[in-house]
């Protein structure tokens, strides 16, 4: 089985570094992604808003260099709880 994606979009808000007991850099955000199609009768855009988990070196460089409004781009593997 494949599991697979691939987001770019803006971010919502400002990261937060958070360290577990094993001291293990970890952060969760959300990132925007625009939708593709026509936008609604008032005229703005809709967009996706995709819960995201980020661990070890991947979140401390988010924490440092990303803040609210930023584009990333986001590479994983869809879990749902």
Known sequence: MINSVVLVGRLTKDIELRKTSNNISTCTF???????????????P????????????S???????????????????ITTR
């Open 59 to 77: 979140a401390d460089f988010l924490a440092n260099y990303a803040s609210k409004g930023s584009i990333v781009g986001v590479e994983g593997r």
């Open 30 to 44: 959300t990132v925007a992604c625009d939708k593709r199609f026509k936008p609604t009768q008032e005229g703005a």
């Open 46 to 57: 809709t967009a996706d808003f995709i819960s995201c988990v980020a661990w070890r070196q």
